[in-house]
């Protein structure tokens, strides 16, 4: 069985070489300009263009069987139609049905790329993008979870008035807490109130100092010394 999987990677892996790469950019550039971007119906046409980016690149990435990237693009439909329908809709219902397909869509490609990822037998440039990707996504995803739970607790986050020009959470609100959450730093300024809120940064915070754990460990396993360099005594 063993034998059978690695066969399977080596198979497929010239097939995924590069997939990541793409992924890992358009999000590094999404977290550089959301602030930028504006927030609600307001947010910017071109950051929308971004997002569509994303979601294109996400299905490219996971576009090594047939089976997960159809099942990428069935989630990803809605969100390629953003600019083009959503943008001039106004409804809250519409808004936070988008909300909880963009986190499934999330769930679903960090899933696929997890398994992707940690079953290579070596650290490959193509397999640090797709580990990066992942914390990435895992940091927009659970901005968008606590975006879900303002809309339907207004309280669950207390923004201090000394560091803050508005009183209730937008997005890049929560995109700045929820990086800086799982990064363990702590976001000055914002605050979880409701115990929903607070329980999510608990899991959030977890799973941010555990995934480094396991991709450093796994890195480590991987590593494969020069050959014919000197051994260590």
């Given at each position: 069985?063993?034998?059978?999987?690695?066969q399977e990677n080596?198979?497929?892996?010239?097939?995924a070489?590069?997939?990541?790469?793409?992924?890992?950019?358009?999000?590094?550039?999404?977290?550089?300009?959301?602030?930028?971007?504006?927030?609600g119906?307001t947010i910017s046409l071109w950051?929308?263009l971004?997002n569509?980016l994303?979601?294109?690149?996400s299905?490219?990435?996971v576009s090594f069987?047939r089976?997960?990237?159809?099942?990428?693009?069935?989630?990803?439909?809605p969100?390629l139609l953003d600019?083009?329908?959503l943008?001039?809709?106004?409804?809250s219902k519409?808004?936070?049905?988008?909300?909880?397909m963009s986190v499934?869509f999330?769930i679903?490609?960090?899933?696929?790329i997890?398994k992707?990822?940690?079953?290579?037998d070596e650290a490959?440039?193509?397999a640090?993008y797709?580990a990066?990707?992942?914390y990435?996504?895992?940091?927009f995803g659970f901005?968008?979870?606590?975006?879900?739970?303002v809309?339907?607790?207004?309280?669950?986050f207390?923004?201090?008035?000394?560091l803050?020009?508005?009183?209730l959470?937008l997005?890049?609100?929560?995109t700045?807490y929820?990086?800086l959450?799982m990064?363990s730093?702590?976001?000055?300024?914002?605050?979880?109130v409701?115990?929903q809120?607070?329980?999510?940064?608990i899991?959030?915070?977890l799973?941010g100092i555990?995934?480094l754990?396991?991709?450093?460990?796994?890195l480590?396993?991987?590593y494969k010394?020069?050959?014919?360099?000197?051994?260590?005594?």
């Amino acid at each position: 069985m063993a034998e059978q999987i690695a066969q399977e990677n080596r198979i497929e892996s010239p097939r995924a070489s590069g997939k990541f790469f793409f992924l890992f950019a358009f999000l590094l550039v999404q977290l550089l300009v959301y602030p930028y971007a504006g927030s609600g119906a307001t947010i910017s046409l071109w950051f929308r263009l971004l997002n569509v980016l994303i979601a294109f690149s996400s299905v490219y990435a996971v576009s090594f069987r047939r089976v997960t990237w159809i099942i990428a693009l069935v989630f990803a439909a809605p969100l390629l139609l953003d600019p083009f329908i959503l943008h001039e809709v106004t409804m809250s219902k519409l808004q936070l049905a988008r909300s909880g397909m963009s986190v499934a869509f999330d769930i679903f490609i960090i899933v696929v790329i997890f398994k992707r990822v940690f079953q290579r037998d070596e650290a490959t440039s193509d397999a640090i993008y797709g580990a990066v990707s992942i914390y990435l996504l895992a940091g927009f995803g659970f901005s968008r979870i606590y975006s879900i739970l303002v809309a339907f607790q207004h309280d669950a986050f207390y923004l201090d008035p000394a560091l803050n020009h508005h009183t209730l959470p937008l997005q890049p609100d929560l995109t700045y807490y929820s990086f800086l959450t799982m990064t363990s730093l702590g976001a000055a300024g914002i605050s979880p109130v409701s115990d929903q809120a607070r329980s999510l940064s608990i899991v959030q915070s977890l799973l941010g100092i555990l995934y480094l754990g396991v991709l450093v460990s796994r890195l480590i396993a991987t590593y494969k010394p020069i050959q014919g360099s000197p051994k260590q005594p």
